[in-house]
């Protein structure tokens, strides 16, 4: 099953610097993505989110981006800092469900002092 | 801040032995999800649940699994007989409004089967 997709294992910027994280989705149903953040022995936490009907959401440092034709988002925390350093998860969901999360891989960021 | 909490933390059991893991979400919060992650992998959905009932579970969710809430406050999930393949982190989240908002997640059992 792999509805949703984070092909980048792993990321590695200098502090300051913008991140880019990667999304990539199949399912045409999903009408919903967010965004957690998640360090180690903690669960995860939400960062930010955007609708369907949203090409951009942007809050403080961190921005998403919808591409919908793509099936494509992305993250980007503009500028990096240490304490960003975290493995990401994107996640997709549809409305009509109960609220079940659709999580991609992860993809751990490393922001460099 | 409220947070959804969780214990134990860690647990080893044996290979056939029940286990069930604890979950204390947020007070106010009426819907309630079991997720797991198998170590290198994703987090994957295994159930949800909303007046105090099943709303939805995965594949996953087979009838080694049940969930349940037993008092006002805590929200449990046992495994009957536990496989090797159930090693994994289980992460209990809630919310108030279910699909209408994001879900808070507790800081995760890390269970292992030996």
């Known amino acids: 099953d792999q509805q949703v997709k984070q092909n980048s294992p792993s990321l590695s910027v200098q502090e300051g610097r913008i991140s880019i994280l990667n999304c990539d989705y199949t399912?045409?149903?999903?009408?919903?993505f967010l965004w957690y953040k998640k360090y180690p022995a903690e669960g995860p936490t939400f960062l930010i989110s955007?609708?369907?009907?949203?090409d951009k959401n942007e809050d403080g440092r961190f921005t998403v981006f919808l591409n919908k034709s793509a099936k494509h988002l992305s993250l980007h925390i503009v500028p990096s800092q240490p304490g960003d350093s975290a493995v990401y998860f994107c996640?997709?969901?549809?409305?009509?469900?109960?609220?079940?999360?659709?999580f991609g891989q992860g993809t751990t960021l490393q922001v460099k002092p | 801040e409220p947070e959804v909490t969780q214990t134990p933390s860690h647990q080893v059991t044996q290979m056939g032995q029940e286990v069930i893991l604890r979950c204390v979400p947020i007070s106010n919060h009426l819907y309630f999800y079991w997720y797991r992650q198998i170590l290198g992998q994703k987090v994957e959905f295994l159930v949800s649940?909303?007046?105090?009932?099943?709303?939805?579970k995965s594949e996953i969710f087979d009838d080694q699994f049940s969930v349940e809430r037993p008092d006002g406050s805590n929200f449990t999930l046992k495994i009957r007989s536990t496989k090797l393949e159930d090693s994994a982190m289980y992460f209990c989240?809630?919310?108030?409004?279910?699909?209408?908002?994001?879900?808070?997640f507790g800081p995760g059992t890390r269970l292992l089967v030996l």
């Open positions: 649940f909303y007046n105090n009932e099943i709303s939805e």
């Open positions: 996640a997709a969901k549809w409305t009509s469900n109960t609220g079940k999360l659709i």
């Open positions: 399912n045409s149903m999903f009408d919903y």
């Open positions: 989240a809630s919310n108030y409004r279910g699909n209408q908002e994001t879900q808070y």
């Open positions: 955007i609708s369907s009907i949203k």
